[in-house]
């Protein structure tokens, strides 16, 4: 599933599923591609992003 975000939602989404027991891999940081990106793990062991475009 991919939905868009802005990036202040990405902060926040990001410490919600980390406070429900996702494993906080890399905290949300923005990239010099232009993206707000962070990375974060599931029970199973699996790793996710969630992301925003940030404007220009």
Known sequence: MEQMFYDIQVYAL???FVSK?????IAPQIKH?????GYFGDPEGNVH????VNPT
Not at 21 to 25: E, L
Not at 49 to 52: D, L, R
């Open 14 to 16: 990001y410490d919600e």
């Open 49 to 52: 992003s969630i992301f925003a």
């Open 21 to 25: 027991g996702a494993i906080d891999v």
């Open 33 to 37: 591609w232009g993206h707000t990106a």
